[in-house]
């Protein structure tokens, strides 16, 4: 049942002029912009202390609906927040914001989305202090995304990194910030402005848009640009650049051994040009890098990074936000209750998503109180999230409407903008006798083979299915034949087996490492002499551990869009346009380049 939220009064919603919205985006002292500081300062004032605290937090909350999710996401909050619904997070804790997961049952479609926004904003308006809720999810697009099919799914940032066009990359994140917005997000935790420069980093990756920093400079700040178009406020993350770590910060504490001067020559740049093109919040990463604080604290925790490098060298003023405060990175040297205390002495103003949100919030209260943290270093915080969420518009109106979602979400426009911009990415690596590209004439007959990773939003793939139906589309005859990422010996047999008589075999490879069975897959299929493709699905790096095959086209991602565009290309349908924006190094000697950054081969 779908309940409309009703529309603020004018008393509940405080207006703040569009003029002094934009005064705080440059940070210029206009008479608008120290008018609209007055106006928010007289919000914090009135706010309790409890309240204060609250406006740090982004939390997350189980559950589609805000006051009426299903018993077992009542029960989930219940373990894990203390509370059933978000309605009641929100009235509890007054938290200022909400991260949206697909695991959290957040995002099942549009209309829901929005429904649930609409609920959180109503609950945050009833407050005694009525401030909205600023909406925050993970949407890089790519291998990252919350908010999937019907929703547009434009190609992620190695794609783009691919596709080289700052044009594609800013009309990318205005069609993602535009069907954000339309659902009531508001921040996203996106563009990532790390520099790929390590082909081992297991959490990067082609989240990056490369191993160029200037490269990645210039496609970040487009993005940027992109999500303020749309109204959105773009999210660099992971600062001080989590692009050289061969550790997951999920699971463990990185260290970054780069000098200062690397790490002003390699990882600064994008960081530089998001600041430079008005970025509205930076993340924090949970790694150590000795040569910026030799106290070896996480960045998430350190003043000397945050404070002295990002704030003081860097002139940024602008949110700064944790990554998520769950993550094992930051939790190894303290405890859940120091964390978020000793994050906002480092100079960090939203706390995002800690394992325990009653410990971190009297944790916090707690500092305040024993006159470890001043009440005016939360104000100073409070202020640059006001700020924020008044530039937004938030203030003037915190709800969407059901005809914006019809009208914006999955928009034909946006969809066909998408599919040519994927095929501009698509990256044709080798091309033995110029095998492709492949026409039903004298290919006809198709065997799709391969990994089949779950879909990033739930809602695209299985990737071998894709990419048989599209060929399908185009007039081959295509079966789908999922091996997985690790295919077993019968599994192996059983592909084998399928390929007698057809005319080509494509593989969908995702992830190759010195002891894949993908690798013994591919070979078999070789061995069987019917030509072979292989579809890297993720990393580009796959083709530098497999041989035999006629061709290797690098698709950065296994969403629809990215696999669709790769069959194009493979028909003819769409010239390979896209060009390595990493380099491949050769799996037995690193130091020897196979395909170096820039590669990428074209029909005639």
Not at 508 to 517: L, Q, R
Not at 535 to 540: D, T, V
Request: with cysteine; net charge neutral.
């Amino acid at each position: 049942m779908h309940h409309r939220a009703p529309v603020p009064s004018r008393r509940t919603l405080l207006t703040v002029t569009a003029a002094a919205a934009a005064a705080a985006v440059t940070g210029v002292s206009t008479p608008a912009h120290a008018d609209q500081d007055r106006r928010l300062r007289r919000i914090i004032d009135r706010m309790s202390l409890e309240e204060k605290v609250g406006q740090l937090f982004v939390m997350r909350v189980y559950g589609h609906s805000a006051t009426a999710p299903d018993q077992a996401d009542i029960d989930a909050n219940l373990q894990e927040l203390g509370v059933r619904t978000a309605a009641e997070l929100v009235e509890r804790y007054h938290v200022g914001g909400v991260i949206y997961f697909t695991w959290a049952h957040n995002t099942r479609d549009p209309q829901q989305i929005a429904e649930l926004s609409n609920g959180i904003q109503q609950a945050a308006l009833a407050q005694p202090t009525p401030v909205p809720v600023l909406i925050s999810t993970d949407q890089e697009h790519g291998i990252v995304c919350r908010v999937g099919e019907p929703a547009t799914l434009v190609p992620g940032a190695m794609a783009l990194g691919a596709g080289g066009s700052h044009a594609d990359a800013r009309r990318a994140a205005q069609i993602a910030g535009t069907e954000l917005a339309a659902v009531g997000i508001r921040q996203n935790y996106a563009p990532v402005a790390d520099v790929n420069v390590n082909p081992a980093n297991p959490v990067i990756g082609v989240r990056s848009f490369g191993s160029d920093p200037t490269a990645v400079a210039g496609l970040v700040a487009a993005q940027v640009k992109g999500y303020q178009r749309a109204g959105v406020a773009a999210t660099s993350k992971h600062f001080p650049g989590h692009g050289d770590t061969a550790v997951d910060s999920h699971y463990g504490l990185p260290t970054i051994t780069h000098t200062r001067a690397q790490w002003a020559e390699l990882d600064a740049p994008p960081f530089r040009s998001a600041i430079a093109a008005g970025i509205d919040s930076i993340m924090t990463a949970h790694i150590v890098v000795p040569a910026l604080d030799p106290s070896e604290d996480p960045a998430t925790l350190s003043r000397p990074i945050l404070t002295g490098v990002l704030r003081e060298q860097l002139g940024y003023d602008g949110v700064v936000v944790t990554d998520s405060l769950a993550m094992e990175g930051v939790r190894t040297k303290y405890g859940d209750d120091r964390v978020p205390v000793l994050a906002l002495k480092a100079g960090v103003d939203q706390l995002l998503n800690p394992p325990k949100l009653d410990v971190a919030w009297n944790a916090v209260l707690k500092a305040v109180r024993d006159g470890e943290l001043t009440e005016e270093r939360l104000d100073e915080s409070i202020l640059r999230i006001l700020r924020l969420k008044s530039k937004l518009g938030l203030f003037r109106n915190a709800y969407v409407s059901r005809a914006g979602v019809e009208r914006v979400v999955g928009a034909a426009a946006h969809l066909a903008q998408a599919d040519r911009i994927a095929e501009s990415t698509t990256t044709l690596l080798l091309n033995e006798g110029e095998f492709l590209p492949l026409s039903p004439a004298s290919h006809r007959s198709v065997l799709v083979v391969g990994a089949d990773p779950a879909s990033p939003s739930g809602t695209t793939g299985p990737p071998t299915t894709t990419l048989a139906a599209e060929l399908r589309e185009l007039g081959f005859t295509a079966t789908a034949l999922s091996t997985g990422i690790t295919p077993t010996a019968a599994k192996i047999e059983e592909a084998v087996a399928a390929a007698a008589g057809k005319d080509v075999v494509v593989v969908g490879t995702y992830n190759v490492t010195a002891t894949s069975p993908q690798r013994t897959l591919v070979a078999r299929l070789v061995a069987t002499g019917v030509p072979v493709v292989t579809i890297a699905i993720r990393n580009p790096y796959d083709v530098a551990r497999l041989g035999g095959q006629r061709a290797t086209l690098a698709a950065y991602s296994w969403t629809d869009v990215e696999l669709r565009a790769a069959v194009r290309v493979l028909a003819g349908r769409a010239r390979p346009q896209g060009r390595l924006p990493v380099p491949v190094q050769s799996a037995d000697d690193p130091a020897k380049v196979l395909y170096p950054v820039g590669h990428g081969l074209s029909y005639r």
